[in-house]
């Protein structure tokens, strides 16, 4: 602002306010300098803050870095990194001496082309008979993969020995324990054919002997058969029938053997399904069932046998009102050559299961002692209307 002149003089007064003025704004950007100055001083200092952790971190990422390339190169198992096609981007040694081909740039679809699948998952076979197990990731990056390739033969080839070694023992302690089974009836058998060999016996024990001869006979071949049923592990006569037929033969077999001991046999069948497998052996195991239920009952008592549907298929029950087990004989009841039986082979139980599991299904079995026992079988099924 200019100070106005009158008659060719300063007014002296306007003059001061024009200086005031200029002082005011003078002081202003003084103090906003000195503002200035000290914030550029606070950036400087933020900023070789930063400077020296930005330095930090990527001496540290670098570092991580170094490690991560020293762990993947000494790690066992290969490791691959894929683009989106497949191409690889980076391997590990391991990767490169476990396949050939293995290498930047190269395809994976052609080199897994040399790895045959085996029936265990992610598990696969080469040339050479080395087995690896094989898994493969997404990775954040966009469409990039990870592949991590584990050699497993000598896994493999000692979970085989072991294997062997287990079945060796199985197979010991099956052999003694059926020959401990063989032993008392054919000793029986041996005992009978010598009365028969001898001298003026009698034509009616001459028929006792030779009756009973032959009932031990029939013995050790049911329990024979029985030892290439549970060993060969197998249903020949594979079909599909309802679990109402099923009942049916059951009821027809049964029916009459528990008329004769007195002892009541329901059957109950709320909603009718298709079962897939062998009908004959799954009756032969019913019938099994209801044969040791009704030995465990006394006259008098009852004996359920009922099937229902539930979400993945069927339940089949078989309840009595005998004498119950001891946990002991529950835990073990299915062990083949378990029995309680003086007489009994130990491989109908055992059976049974076998034939439950190989139709896709599991039993189980509970117990009160004195109040009665339950068998329920869980069985895969189609319903039915």
Same mark, same amino acid.
């Given at each position: 602002?200019?100070?106005?002149?009158?008659?060719?003089?300063?007014?002296?007064?306007?003059?001061?306010?024009?200086?005031?003025? *200029?002082?005011?704004?003078?002081?202003?950007?003084?103090?906003?300098?000195?503002?200035?100055?000290?914030?550029?001083a606070?950036?400087?200092? +933020?900023?070789?803050?930063?400077?020296?952790?930005? !330095?930090?971190?990527?001496?540290?990422?670098?570092?991580?870095?170094?490690?991560?390339?020293?762990?993947?190169?000494?790690?066992? /198992?290969?490791?691959l990194?894929? &683009?989106?096609?497949?191409?690889?981007?980076? #391997?590990?040694?391991?990767?490169?001496?476990?396949?050939?081909?293995?290498?930047?740039?190269?395809?994976?679809?052609?080199?897994?082309?040399?790895?045959?699948?085996?029936?265990?998952?992610?598990?696969? =076979?080469?040339?050479r008979?080395?087995?690896?197990?094989?898994?493969?990731?997404?990775?954040?990056a966009?469409?990039?993969?990870?592949?991590?390739?584990?050699?497993?033969?000598?896994?493999?080839?000692?979970?085989?020995?072991? &294997? !062997?070694?287990?079945?060796?023992?199985?197979?010991?302690?099956?052999? #003694? /324990?059926l /020959?401990?089974?063989?032993?008392?009836?054919? @000793?029986?058998?041996?005992?009978?054919? @010598?009365?028969l060999?001898?001298?003026?016996?009698?034509? /009616?024990?001459?028929?006792?002997f030779?009756?009973?001869?032959?009932? !031990?006979?029939?013995?050790?071949?049911?329990?024979?058969?029985?030892?290439?049923? *549970?060993?060969?592990? $197998?249903?020949?006569?594979?079909?599909? *029938?309802?679990?109402?037929?099923?009942f %049916?033969?059951? +009821?027809? %077999?049964?029916?009459?053997?528990?008329?004769?001991r007195?002892?009541?046999?329901?059957?109950?069948? $709320?909603?009718?399904?298709?079962? +897939?497998?062998?009908?004959? @052996?799954?009756?032969?195991?019913?019938?099994?069932?209801?044969?040791? #239920?009704?030995?465990?009952?006394?006259?008098?008592?009852?004996?359920?046998?009922?099937?229902?549907?539930?979400?993945?298929? =069927?339940?089949?029950? =078989?309840?009595?009102?005998?004498?119950?087990?001891?946990?002991? %004989?529950?835990? !073990?009841?299915?062990?083949?050559?378990?029995?309680t039986?003086?007489?009994?082979?130990?491989?109908?139980?055992?059976?049974?299961?076998?034939?439950? +599991?190989?139709?896709?299904?599991? =039993?189980? #079995?509970?117990?009160?002692?004195?109040?009665?026992?339950?068998?329920?079988?869980?069985?895969?099924? $189609?319903?039915?209307?």
């Open positions: 602002m200019m100070a106005h002149m009158s008659n060719g003089t300063i007014d002296q007064k306007e003059l001061e306010q024009a200086f005031n003025l *200029f002082n005011q704004a003078s002081a202003e950007l003084t103090r906003s300098y000195s503002v200035l100055t000290a914030r550029v606070e950036l400087k200092g +933020e900023l070789a803050e930063a400077n020296v952790a930005l !330095r930090n971190e990527l001496s540290q990422k670098e570092a991580l870095s170094r490690r991560l390339s020293l762990l993947l190169s000494s790690l066992p /198992a290969g490791v990194v894929l &683009d989106g096609e497949g191409k690889i981007l980076d #391997a590990n040694p391991a990767a490169r001496s476990a396949l050939a081909g293995v290498e930047s740039g190269g395809d994976w679809a052609i080199i897994s082309q040399c790895l045959e699948a085996t029936r265990t998952p992610h598990e696969w =076979i080469d040339g008979g080395h087995r690896y197990n094989v898994m493969m990731a997404a990775l954040e966009a469409g990039e993969r990870v592949v991590l390739i584990n050699d497993i033969t000598e896994d493999y080839a000692a979970k085989e020995e072991i &294997d !062997r070694g287990q079945r060796l023992l199985a197979m010991g302690e099956m052999t #003694a /324990a /020959a401990h089974q063989i032993r008392t009836p054919l @000793s029986t058998a041996l005992l009978y054919a @010598s009365h060999g001898k001298d003026g016996l009698e034509s /009616a024990d001459r028929q006792r030779a009756q009973r001869l032959r009932d !031990r006979l029939l013995h050790l071949e049911g329990l024979v058969s029985n030892m290439l049923v *549970f060993v060969r592990g $197998e249903q020949q006569d594979k079909n599909v *029938f309802l679990v109402s037929e099923l %049916t033969s059951v +009821e027809e %077999t049964m029916a009459p053997h528990f008329a004769e007195g002892i009541k046999l329901n059957i109950s069948c $709320e909603g009718d399904a298709l079962l +897939e497998g062998s009908s004959q @052996s799954l009756v032969g195991s019913l019938t099994n069932l209801l044969e040791n #239920a009704a030995i465990a009952s006394s006259s008098g008592k009852k004996v359920q046998l009922c099937a229902s549907c539930c979400d993945n298929g =069927i339940i089949i029950r =078989i309840e009595d009102e005998g004498c119950g087990m001891s946990e002991e %004989t529950l835990n !073990r009841l299915f062990e083949p050559f378990f029995t039986r003086a007489n009994g082979t130990g491989l109908g139980l055992a059976i049974v299961r076998q034939v439950v +599991e190989i139709m896709g299904g599991r =039993i189980e #079995a509970s117990t009160v002692p004195g109040q009665g026992s339950t068998f329920s079988i869980y069985l895969p099924a $189609e319903k039915v209307g």
